[in-house]
Structures are given as C-alpha cells and as structure tokens.
C-alpha cells in the first residue's frame, strides 16, 4: 500500500537544463480528455517547477505506428520521429492506462518498437538509451497499478534506461464504479499529489547526475563472453 511521505527540496548535482518527453499511450485521442495525460501533465508541471526544462508529449494514439520490430516499418511511420525525440531526451515519461489489468495496447507497441534500439544495444554494446532515466505515470480503474508498473520497470531498466526510488505516479478509481466519475475523484487525491511530486524530484537529480557524472568505459575490448571479444568499448561520445 502506497503511504503519502513528507517532501523536501534538494541540492541538484548540476544546473544543467533538461529536455523531457512523455509518451502518453492513452486510448483516447485529442483532444479528449485523458486521464494518464492530466497525471503525465502534473508530473511535468512539478518537473518545470524544480528546473529549467523543455517539455514535449507525444500522444500515441495520434502517431502513425505500424507493427513491427524494425526502425522504419511502413513509409508512413512516425517511429523514427519518435526516435529522434527519444535519443534527445534526458528524461522520458512511459504513460499508460490500465486496460483490463494490463498496460495499453499502444504501451505494448512502443515497448515492442523499442526493441530496435535494444537489438542495437545487444549487437554493438552502444546504447542509445543509457544515461537517460526513465519514469512511469499509470491510471486506471479498479485494479492493476502495481503489476503494469513492475512489468514496466524490468523493460526499460533491461534496455538501459535509469529508473530512480519511488519512479512512478499513479492513480486508480475504486471497483465497481462509473468510470466517467474517476477524473473528479482523481484530482481530489493527494497520494497522487505526492507522487507526482516524488517522481519529479527524483528524475531531475538523477537526469542532472548522470549528466554531470556519465559513465565512462575504460577502453579496451569486451570481456563478457568470446561473441563479444571483438567489440572495443564505446566511447563516451559515441554513446554507452
């Protein structure tokens, strides 16, 4: 059970600007009011409100996003827009309505779509995703907050992306009741509140962190395994 804690600012590690995207893969398209994007919303307020920052959302339902694993799926397909927006990204929202106990069908599609960047990873030890920290924003009725979240968590930390203590805001209505009645309640709760602010707090630090202090691999080929062996080790300005 998720208990409100008492939130106080903090020395940031840098003054660094940072630029932020949030992914909303709400079912409903603009301009209808979508519940994970006022929460999304809410995070990115409380995100402005620490630092200097640029923000901007892409609603999936809106995007052109064909099935597929590979970069470019269809010569109208508007991930490798999205990509772009991703690698620029210090900080990425995954936002996500809970449709019948699981993560939305266009959540799996941007999961899926970023396994290009993964196969990348995999084959050249050169990732577009490390250095950047990731959040998770969930809304939905009745039930399912914590196991969309967890399986959430072990892709993007499994693809590169750091994910910071308390990485999630949520909101979810009571069972049983008419869920155009949910925003009302929704904006009445302070635990979402208090998340939100929690989150936001902790991807500023951590996104401010690995931009002043990023890992740097030592130089040299890979030591894993003998598939490996012949992989020197990225530079920084090559990406890690």
Excluded at 87 to 116: H, N, Y
Excluded at 131 to 141: D, E, H, N, Q
């Amino acid at each position: 059970m998720y208990k409100t804690k008492p939130r106080f600012p903090c020395e940031m590690p840098s003054d660094a600007p940072l630029n932020v995207l949030a992914l909303n893969a709400s079912l409903k398209h603009a301009p209808a009011i979508s519940n994970t994007g006022e929460v999304a919303d809410l995070v990115l307020d409380e995100i402005r409100a620490l630092t200097e920052a640029t923000t901007d959302v892409v609603r999936l339902a809106d995007a052109t996003l064909p099935v597929g694993l590979g970069f470019r799926e269809a010569p109208e397909d508007d991930w490798p827009n999205i990509v772009t927006k991703v690698k620029a990204a210090d900080i990425v929202l995954f936002c996500t309505p809970i449709w019948w106990g699981g993560r939305s069908s266009l959540m799996q599609r941007l999961i899926e779509r970023l396994d290009s960047l993964d196969e990348e990873y995999s084959a050249t030890g050169r990732s577009a995703i490390k250095g950047k920290v990731a959040g998770i924003v969930i809304t939905g009725s009745e039930d399912g907050a914590l196991s969309v979240m967890g399986s959430i968590m072990m892709v993007l930390s499994f693809m590169g992306f750091t994910l910071p203590p308390e990485c999630c805001a949520y909101w979810v209505g009571e069972v049983g009741q008419p869920t155009a009645q949910d925003r009302e309640k929704r904006l009445k709760n302070m635990a979402t509140v208090h998340m939100a602010k929690g989150l936001a707090q902790g991807l500023v630090y951590h996104a401010k962190l690995l931009k002043a202090h990023p890992q740097a691999l030592l130089a040299g080929k890979a030591t894993c395994c003998a598939m490996h062996a012949h992989l020197d080790a990225p530079s920084s300005a090559a990406g890690v």
